[in-house]
């Protein structure tokens, strides 16, 4: 199929003009390339294998990762990065975590100086502890106002059959999110936006863990009440870890935090929850990772967040106990919404007022005291 359709056209509604690139042409990278063409921008999608290249721009399809969806005809791909990325005025990159530093090095020659950038991505650079939009700031060395992230509810395949979806676009500058959330929205993808990025890019890290535990518990077996209790325990991790580094609890109760805490934790199509089940069937990591063909962020983010969680004084048991298992030191049906040590009644709410306290530091020191009121144990508790 050699014809070629401009994207107005191709988009069926009035084109914004916008010239985007999209990096990365994996399952989210190709859907997010899709949800932008149908908002009417011109995209550019870059893939590294150019007979992926060739196939998005003649076929107008991914086969790989994205079975049966036609992609719209004014989507132009290529394998070239200085193509893709020639006047594009507003930069979306997914690729696995763990590689964006070395790709960063090779966009960075092509970058349009004032373009914004924004990450798609929901992990934590293993070797650093970074979020995404972090290791962008340092490598790409631009203002923090040009870089945005996406995140919510969003698994690809849903949203590229064109299912009714929302997301939030956050930077620290609202104008960026702004103009990020007016090119990213189409009939079927509504974006909202914030200017928590801490938040917005931690929820998106965290639900993966708690989705590989519950992929775990529903490998072994267990049923729904042991779910709801994972899941609703494992929010108070994620509002508890991100809020002690400076988050907006609010934002864990929105899109990027409870709502794709509940799609990554309810959906075979995840790829988190679907390493979790293979574990909780007694199937070794190893074996886990070879059979996974797409990135699963979750496991490469245990190590990384334990280790920022330990240095704040945060408490996450589930996270813990999937790390246990993943090393396989705990066995999967041992796995529960809370240590398996403790053995003293808890409250559930018992970190009153944190979500109103003032600096990370005075939240730290607030944690600190709520440890030795429970008598070493860590805090927990739902937000007000
Ligand atoms: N698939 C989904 O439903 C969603 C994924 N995400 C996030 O998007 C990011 C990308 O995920 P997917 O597109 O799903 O992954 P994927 O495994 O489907 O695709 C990754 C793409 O990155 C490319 N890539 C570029 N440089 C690479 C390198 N050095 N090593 C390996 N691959 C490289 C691969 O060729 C591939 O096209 C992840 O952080 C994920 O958490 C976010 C929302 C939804
Ligand atoms: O982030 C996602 C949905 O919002 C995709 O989840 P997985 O990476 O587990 O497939």
């Known amino acids: 199929m050699k014809t070629r359709v401009p994207a107005k056209k191709a988009a069926g509604r009035k084109a914004t003009g916008k010239r985007v690139a999209v990096l990365g042409a994996g399952s989210w990278g190709t859907t997010f390339a899709k949800i932008l063409a149908d908002g009417g921008a011109d995209v550019v999608l870059w893939a590294r294998r150019p007979e992926l290249a060739r196939e998005i721009q003649e076929a107008k399809r991914n086969s790989d990762y994205l079975p049966g969806v036609n992609l719209p005809l004014g989507l132009r791909a290529t394998s070239r990065l200085d193509l893709a990325l020639a006047g594009a005025e507003q930069v979306y990159i ?7 530093r070395e790709n960063l090095a090779i966009i960075a020659p092509h970058l349009h100086a ?12 293993k070797s650093t502890g970074k979020r995404m939009s972090e290791v962008i700031a340092e490598v790409l060395r631009i203002d923090p106002a040009q870089i945005a992230v996406i995140s919510g509810p969003n698994l690809a395949l849903e949203i590229a059959k064109e299912q ?3 997301a939030v676009v956050s930077s620290t500058s609202l104008e960026t999110a702004q103009a990020v959330a007016s090119v990213a929205r189409n009939r079927y993808f509504r974006s909202f936006v914030n200017t928590d990025v801490i938040g917005t890019e931690f929820g998106g890290v965290l639900k993966n863990l708690i989705a590989v535990a519950i992929g775990i518990v529903d490998g072994v077996g267990y049923g729904e009440n042991t779910k709801a209790s994972i899941i609703t325990r494992g929010l108070v991790e994620m509002t508890d870890f991100a809020v002690a580094y400076g988050a907006h609890p609010e934002t864990l109760a929105g899109l990027a935090g409870l709502g794709d805490l509940i799609a990554t934790s309810q959906s075979p199509l995840s790829r988190n929850n679907t390493a979790g089940r293979l574990l909780g069937q007694g199937y070794h990591l190893n074996d886990v990772v070879n059979q996974m063909q797409q990135t ?11 280790e920022l969680a330990r240095a704040m004084g945060v408490d996450m048991p ?5 790390r246990q298992v993943l090393a396989g030191t705990l066995d999967p049906k041992d796995i529960a919404p809370h240590l398996t040590t403790d053995d003293e ?8 007022g944190q979500a109103q306290s003032g600096s990370a530091v005075r ?3 607030q944690r600190a005291f709520d440890q030795l009121r429970n008598g070493g144990r860590g805090a927990s508790g739902d937000r007000p």
């Not at 997914?94 to 964006?100: A, D």
């Open 114 to 125: 004032q373009a914004s950038v924004v990450s798609l991505m929901k992990g934590v650079e």
């Open 318 to 322: 589930i996270v813990e106990q999937v």
């Open 164 to 166: 009714p979806t929302a």
């Open 296 to 306: 699963t962020e979750g496991l490469a983010s245990v190590g990384p967040i334990l």
């Open 94 to 100: 997914s690729v696995p975590s763990q590689s964006l």
């Open 345 to 352: 009644p808890q409250g559930e709410r018992t970190i009153d």
């Open 363 to 365: 939240r730290a020191f």
